[in-house]
């Protein structure tokens, strides 16, 4: 069993920072690439920023420049800074992650958070 717990949503003003929180717990032998996606209403969940266990990373064209992501692999945890945030960022952010564990690899999802950016 795995679970990602998301941490860090809220409410900001357009301008404002956030970071968000995923930490990963359960029987993991290894966590390959972990990201973020978010799914605003009425729109399909879309991917955000990811990072292999290498540290390579990968940002959404709407977000670079903007957004930062980083992990703690030692604690099996991504981050998500988010600066300059627009009102057209607000969602329910989701953290994933490809897991290892004893009995399976696959993908897992984070029960998401909500992030509102005001004008």
């Known amino acids: 069993q795995v679970q990602l717990v998301e941490s860090g949503g809220g409410l900001v003003q357009e301008g404002g920072s956030l970071r968000l929180s995923c930490a990963a717990s359960?029987?993991?032998?290894?966590?390959?690439?972990m990201g973020w996606y978010r799914q605003a209403p009425g729109k399909q969940r879309e991917p955000v920023a990811r990072i292999s266990s290498g540290g390579a990373t990968n940002y959404a064209d709407s977000v670079k420049d903007r957004f930062s992501i980083s992990r703690d692999n030692a604690k099996n945890t991504v981050y998500l800074q988010m600066n300059t945030l627009k009102p057209e960022d607000t969602a329910v952010y989701y953290c994933?992650?490809?897991?290892?564990?004893?009995?399976?690899?696959?993908?897992?999802w984070g029960q998401g958070t909500q992030v509102t950016v005001s004008s």
């Open positions: 994933n992650a490809f897991v290892v564990t004893i009995f399976r690899r696959g993908e897992y």
């Open positions: 359960g029987s993991i032998a290894n966590i390959n690439t």
